[in-house]
Structure formats: C-alpha cells, structure tokens
C-alpha cells in the first residue's frame, strides 16, 4: 500500500480534505496517509518556510504531498508556503484541468459551448523567483529569469501530457513581442520540442490576445503552456469559466515530488462550520491517484462525482436558486451513495489499474540543470545603472568623462526609453538611468575592464546594478532601448 504525506491546511483546509480523504476511505483507495505540520500555524511557530524540518523530511521521503489551503502571514516578510514548496521540491509543471460540470452553471454552459483546457504553467522561474531590489527611493527592481533547460522541463511535459491526453493541438502562451529574450527564449524551446511530435499541432499566440480568445472561444483550445506569472493569470481566467476555483484541480509535477492540492484560498469567514465545497480538492485528488496509477478508482469516484452534479446536489456556494444546499458532509455522502452510478454528460472512461509504485529518491547533490557551451561566447560592454536626478544630457557628460579608451557610450535609457543621443523632452524621467557603454571597434573586453569603469563611474554617480553585454557568436545577448 502506497504512503502520502497529507497536509491539511488552513481555514477550511482541515474540514474539507477529512471529507476528501472519507471519500477515498469508502472507495477503499489503496493509500495510507502521514499527515505533516505545514501553513500558517506552522509560520507562527517560528518556521520561516512554513513548514517543520520533519514535514519537510517526510514529503521528500514519500514524495507526494496531497495539500489543503495555506494562508502566508501577512506584513512579516515571509515567502509563500504554497510557492517556497513548488520552488523547493522542483515542481516544475503546474497542470490544471478546466472543463464544464453540468450541474455547475456558467455563462458557456447555457450557451451549449462545452470547455476542456489544461492549462500547464511554468512553475519556478518568472518573477516568481521573488528577486526584488530598490534601486532608489523611487524605482523598484524585480529581476525575471527564464532558462532554457527550466523552459525544456515543462514544455516536454506539456507536450508528452498532450501526448497521452490524446491532444491534437497545444498552443504557447507569451508576451514575446515585447520581452524578446525572455519569452522569446520560452517561444524558442516551445518550437524546438514540438518538432519532437509532428501529430500534435503546435501554435503560439500573444497572451492578451488568448485571454481576449478565452473569454470568447474557449472551445477553440486544448492545451496551453504558458511562463509561470501568465499562466497563474491565465489558469485563473479559465478557472471562472467553469464555475470558479472551487472548481479548479491542480497538480505540481517534479521528476522526484509531486504536489497535489486545492489552488482556492482558506476561507476563514466559513471555517469549521461545515458548509465548504470541497470538490476541486476531490478534483485534484483525482489527478494524484491518476499519477498513482489508480485509475479505475479514480474514474469510478469521478463518475459518482459529475453524476452527483448532475442531479443537481450542491453545496451553498453555487447551484440552481431556490433548491436546497448541502453541507460538506451532506455533500459528500451523497457523493458516495452515488458510486457505480455514470453521468449523462462525459462519463470518465473505467480504465484498469496500473501498478506504479512511486519511486523514492535519495540525492546526494543537487541536480545542475546546463545546456550546451555556447561556441564564440564573449563580451562586448555593460549596462550601467546608475542614480541621478540631471537631465539626459548632463548624464552624458559625465558619463563620457570615464569612457577610457576601451568603451564608448552608446545610448541613456530611463525606464526603457532611449533619451540620449536623441528622444523626446516630453519623456518623464525617473532618478535611475540605464547607461549602455559597448567596446571601441567591438574589441572583447574582460571583467576588469568592466569593474575599471564601474569605479571610475562612482566618483560622479551612485551605480545602483551592472548588466554585462554578451555575444553568443554573431548574435546579441541583449535587448535595445525603446527608440534605440
């Protein structure tokens, strides 16, 4: 019999998955159950990730987590729990399955448009990495990472998830019209895996354009991949859809933890008085005996669930006016009085059982994640940024007066936008410019030359970051200023 690590949560984490978790029991899901300290009360303590040092141990003992609801305390500096245990364990693909309930009324269900969209997100790097500086009392610095391999995990799990889901088309979520190097990167990869899987179509498209698509034609997508910021964004969208989050399964997959857990918030207004919805934890239980390999159990519960939906059982957050609401045990049970029975509508597929006995990893070191040398790689100058609150052209000045013989400024940038040699007085400033110097006669130049003018550059200026300029053989590493 498998053991999980069971996290129960917060608010109404605790209520709702007992009633999961008595779901699995009358089903007599093969599963054994250790439950771990994990979420706000846990940060109370004094554990600044939220979590015990023996949860921790536990999870990564077992690896999967089956989570409720975490709350993150407020105004005391600390990181998410719910991302801090993405992050940690690696779990690098978020999926989460929308598709249309009946029985859960929303605006494509009474228009006969049916809904089926997974949405996979990133789920490390973005802005998620949550490296934050203050250049000045004015400007705040968020640094966004993409990588290449991190962008090659979860594009080659969405594409081998399409695979077995029996998807003809996956499409790329980006913004790589504006942020060239970063989304363009994960544009990159997406095109270089899709040639691995010619059945499957492969397609991008911009994300503002795909939540304007969304709201319209959801029908029109299948599988979408997306950076971990857009596809929260975009997972959440097509959460109300379908009824909302208490609606919306998810599942984090790693190569050695799995996550599996409800993505709605605590609720405390309605806390332990036994009235939550605890169907998108059930919904997110299903894809965790799936990974399991349960999948007879799973659809059997499943298919009691829609069925359950279908003949109109509800709990007081959604459902037709005017009929009785269930409580959570009410709901539940009801639930299980209807297993065996099959929904009108999209009954889930009876498939055997596989015997998957997760494996447990024991690492030595962690995992380096690195492509291939990039032939020809060198350096061809340096952003420099730096606090002043002058005019572009008294920048320049002094800038100009540190030059050396080894660089030669090219252009002055302030949020962006090119206000030197040329731009526009009408440009408001801020009191952080970006100061681009690059090799005379595209000489390579080396860190001390670069550290050489930084110190030059102090005498007049604050330098608030650097940036280094590379070449990956004829091809910049490096984006232009607006108006550049």
Excluded at 116 to 133: K, S
Excluded at 301 to 320: M, P, V, W
Excluded at 377 to 401: H, R
Aim: with cysteine.
């Amino acid at each position: 019999m498998t053991k999980i690590a069971v996290a129960k949560g917060d608010g109404i984490g605790p209520e709702i998955m007992d009633a999961v978790l008595s779901v699995f029991k009358a089903a007599k899901v093969p599963l054994e159950y250790e439950t771990v300290d994990m979420g706000k009360w846990v940060f109370d303590k004094g554990y600044s990730n939220g979590m015990t040092p023996e949860a921790q141990q536990t999870i990564e003992n077992l690896g999967i987590l089956f989570k409720g609801p975490m709350e993150t305390p407020k105004g005391k500096g600390v990181k998410s729990v719910n991302v801090t245990a993405r992050k940690t364990w690696n779990t690098y693909a978020n999926k989460r399955t929308f598709q249309t309930l009946h029985g859960v009324d929303t605006v494509f269900s009474k228009a006969g448009i049916p809904i089926d969209i997974t949405i996979v997100r990133e789920n490390i790097e973005d802005t998620y990495g949550g490296i934050e500086h203050m250049l000045t009392n004015d400007v705040a610095l968020c640094r966004r990472f993409i990588t290449r391999p991190g962008s090659m995990q979860v594009i080659k799990y969405a594409f081998e998830m399409a695979k077995k889901k029996g998807a003809k088309k996956i499409t790329c979520g980006h913004k790589a019209n504006i942020m060239k190097l970063t989304d363009g990167l994960f544009l990159e990869v997406f095109y270089e895996v899709a040639k691995d899987y010619p059945e499957i179509t492969a397609n991008d498209i911009i994300v503002d354009d795909l939540c304007m698509k969304l709201v319209s034609r959801p029908d029109l997508f299948d599988v979408v991949v997306l950076t971990n910021l857009q596809g929260d964004i975009v997972s959440d969208l097509c959460a109300g859809l379908v009824g909302g989050l208490g609606f919306a399964p998810s599942a984090n997959i790693g190569d050695h933890i799995s996550i599996f857990e409800a993505v709605h918030g605590t609720a405390p207004d309605i806390a332990g008085k036994n009235i939550a919805n605890p169907t998108a934890l059930l919904l997110s239980g299903f894809g965790m005996l799936r990974h399991l390999g349960l999948m007879e159990t799973s659809a059997m519960i499943e298919n009691a669930l829609l069925f359950t939906l279908e003949s109109g059982k509800h709990t007081g957050d959604f459902g037709a006016k005017g009929t009785e609401s269930l409580n959570t045990t009410e709901f539940v049970e009801a639930i299980i009085q209807n297993f065996g029975q099959l929904p009108a509508h999209n009954p889930k597929p009876i498939l055997a059982n596989k015997d998957i006995t997760p494996t447990v990893f024991k690492l030595e070191k962690n995992p380096m994640l690195e492509s291939a040398d990039h032939n020809g790689e060198f350096i061809v100058g340096v952003d420099v940024f730096l606090e002043s609150n002058e005019q572009p052209n008294m920048v320049a000045e002094k800038c100009l007066k540190h030059t050396l013989d080894l660089f030669k400024l090219v252009t002055i940038s302030n949020r962006g936008t090119q206000v030197w040699p040329k731009g526009s007085v009408f440009t408001n400033l801020v009191n952080q410019y970006r100061c681009r110097f690059e090799s005379v006669g595209d000489v390579a130049l080396t860190q001390v030359d670069i550290v050489e003018l930084y110190k030059r550059l102090t005498q007049d200026f604050k330098v608030c970051s650097t940036e280094i300029l590379n070449m990956w053989g004829d091809k910049k590493a490096y984006s232009l200023a607006q108006g550049q």
